[in-house]
């Protein structure tokens, strides 16, 4: 079986070239053969998996065909069982297939009925198990399998499980306000609610009122969390509060108007409606053979899962367009269509050229004419005469991955890998997939003043890093205006920023070129240098003599008491000029440590590797020294700001800078040096960010250590590291507010006119801060909301009961190399 | 074992890693072969944390190799490949990561995409071994280059065998091309 199933399911591989082509030639050059069919299995596999994607086929068809192939071989008795099995796979992990999985077993259930006990019983107890382990989505994925099978089920059908899950989100959140689970409840209820409006039409409105009636209080109730993970922070002077885009509530207003409509939810496919030739086939799917649903046990406390559960918004980057290439918010088939390729992208993240297919592909499983015509240009939607659709397939695609892309605090997978879906997608179908990028683009960059900041930056990196993967062309000529805007400009910063992030992943010379000329100046003559000059190669420079001496004794790899003697000289010279004998000396052995490393980033880290204790007694003897390391850091790399963030990365892991030193020289010294300026560069929020989540992920990590029942780590290890990471929090609070508020002495002290007080820079100053100090209490909420579901579940661990997953963390964090047994930089020290 | 995914998935060994690590057992003796039993071996790659990376052009530096693949996770260490005689990076890489699933996100995420415009390779690995920097080609760099037909300025040119077998085809021609000379 393994060898058929290969086949059709390659194509998404880039590893297997040679194996397809050994098959190819197995096929082609092994003269006439006779002609063979593959066992029932096998093609029932094939067509079962393959189902709907083919626009060409007619849907019914396709599901006609698989259902007399099943049940023309139901004597099979490995068959069965693996049919059933097989349907249950494809529902969870291809998703947009279900209803067409169900049109299957409605047809087959007109010949052997037995088939949906079979599935039913599968079906249930897959269920249960998906309500224990919180897998709140699989258990989605099913009861929409289940809903699009209502016309052949008994009773009440599906409702009474959707009863039962209501009632489980009314306790929840009756119990507590911040509750998310039975927010997601509600979610799954109202997303279900739809399939069975359209599998047993014109039965169940009563039901569904009932059931949307008790709805509406959770979903319209805003979470507290909900301000936080709003995409937009608008300044203050702008239109008042934003309109809220919680899913859950535009939901519930969606399904209204559709109720109010009729539920006629003209975008969900019913591919177990035949057409009129087939009178025979549907009288008998019409008068089905009705199976009683086994009950579905739902315990009494249910869990959040793997995944922690946060309020979900509604993005998107086509909101403004004068015409619709989207469905408008009012519109289920807004939320219905996002739903199901949002569960496409998540469940599909280990085949990103699978997932860009099915995203390129959406309108075959949809219902006919919910889009216009793939590729159209948007220009000719305009000419498109209502009622036909203007919706854009490419549009829908690219804007649920953006949702993704923007979504807070953490979307389901790395970053990254909703780039590697948007370059798939670009690379299966260009014409079609940049435009409606371009488009994209274009709409973040006009609202990026008021992007949230954490997002302008995942903005700068997506941009950037899809540029590479094509030849980094962009019209930055439609641009070419903001080069003149001052640096802190939210445009002139978000062009300063990308255009250093192409730089990092390719080389100055080769973006300068792919530059209009006004922007060329924004790239140094530094830049194109692949080594920075050494500034004590210049005796115009304090301490130039000390600087090459040691720059020489590094380079021999001279033993430290060598060392020694200079620094003290540098001290005496210090002292002399009344200046701080430690920065003096830390600025020269660093800088020096940093050129004899500057050849690549293996120099410089055996560099610091051998120099480490000395580097460490530097930092320790004073702040003024330990924030002199970053500096020297920062300045010797200002060209390449990438390298800089790196070095300090893992000066941090060696412990010879701390948090909370890189955190007060960003927002404290340096910003302060630079009179907030520092503040509208991406680099310097680039280096905050890494560090907060290297301290974040480092708490969550110690904490859940703590929480197993045979905790090696001891509390009073944990209550430390969240007793440091509460009082970075609070440093970074205090140190953000006096630049939100323009209360930090470095405003002040200038005058008017010159920067201070009153004038645009201190708006602008102003305004970043705001924006820093929004990402940061963001990230603390979030950390004390984890550490409230960590406190729960000791308490149940404690408690005897076996809690299952738990919300626990659910980004990315790297295994700090502290508590790294076999890492190269083993320190015993945190971070 | 779990089930089979209904698509293929992306975090797996390649095809190059699964047959090197096969051919000990075909070669085996007979005496060997017939025991039937499949030797129940611990799967190296269970926990592995080391990216192979191919394909990379001869000019791109750690620091762009650290930009991209730092998307996936910190970077515990990075191994440039080198040319064995020469010391100049040859087109491949090793990044290791602190953690299994890093590894498996870089093989779904960032293997196949581009890096310095060109596609790169990425393959689950064992693990870094002292040696293994450094090319295995006859003249010091990767096999793959030694026979290449086509011709990749990121990576030298043409194979350096098919280089210099034309080199001394010229040299032969010049030398017999004497009489001939005043034609060329």
Redesign the interface.
Known sequence: M?DY??RQ??G?????R??RYRDDDDRDHRGPRRRYDAPPHVRIRKQL?SIAENPMRSWHEEVQSIANLFTDNWDDELLRSNFV??LL??TV??PLKIPFLAAVLLVANTNKSEIIDLLLAKLVSNVEAKIGEGEWRDVKLYLKLLACLQSCLEGEGVFPVLEELFDRAVDLQTASSEDTIGTELVKIILLTLPYVMVAAPDQWQQKAADLMEKTEIIASEPHTLQALIEPYHPERVEEGAPPTTSLIGLLQNQLQNEANNGWILSCLPRPWEFPVGEIEVQSKLSNPTKHPLPPISIPQTVVAGPRPLFPEVYFSVYADQDVESVPPVTNAAASLIRDALLDTINI???????TARHLIEVDCFFAPRTFAARATPFDRLRDIEPPKSTWKPEDVAVDAVFSQLFQLPNPE?????Y??VL?EACKLAPAAIAPSLGRAIRYLYRNIHRLDLELTDRFT?WFS?HL??F?FTWKWTEWVDDVFLPDLHPCKAFIAGAID?EI????AQRIKNTLPEPYQALISPEKEKDVPDFKFKDPQTPFAAEGEEIAGLLKRKAADEEIQPIIERIHALALDNNLDPLVASTDVFVTCVLHVGSK???HVLAAIERTKDRLTDAGATSDAARAQIISSVMSYWSS?P??AI?IV?KLLNYSILTPACVINWALVSYAGRTKGDALGKMHVYELVFNTVIKVTGRVRQVVQKTNQPDAEVGNEMADAEVTAMRGLFKDMEDALVSWASGSKDEIMEVGEGEGGAGSEHERLVRRWGERWLRVFRRRAAIEETFLQEAAKEKKAVAAGVTAAGGATAGE?I????AV?PT???VVDDVL | MP?????????RP???YTSRRRRPDNHRDGEEDTNMQPEQTEDPLKDATTIYVGNLSFYT????V???F?????I???V?GLDRITKTPCGFCFVE???H??AL?CM??????????R?I?T?LDPEFEEGRQYGRGKSGGQVRDEYREDYDEGRGGLGRAIRSERLIEAERRDHNDGEYGRLR
Not at chain 1, 348 to 354: A, E, G, P, V
Not at chain 1, 814 to 817: F, G, Q
Not at chain 2, 6 to 11: A, I, N
């Open positions: 393994a199933d290969r399911g390659g998404g591989g880039y590893n297997n040679k194996r998996l099995d097989l796979q494809i992990e291809q599909l993240d280990y085949n990103r050229n699978i997978h790395k970053l990254v890998y780039h590697a370059t990196d890093h590479s993967n030849g992030k990092r992943l390719s080389f690549s980033l293996s390449h990438g390298v790196c990365e990315a790297a295994v700090d190399p790294d890492g190269e930089a | 089930i089979r995914s209904t698509v293929e998935r992306l975090d390649s095809a190059y530096t750690e620091e762009q650290y930009e991209l730092s998307k996936c996770g910190e515990k260490r990075l440039m990561y602190y953690t699933q890093d996100d779904k995420y960032i293997g196949g995409t581009k890096l310095d415009e596609i390779r393959d």
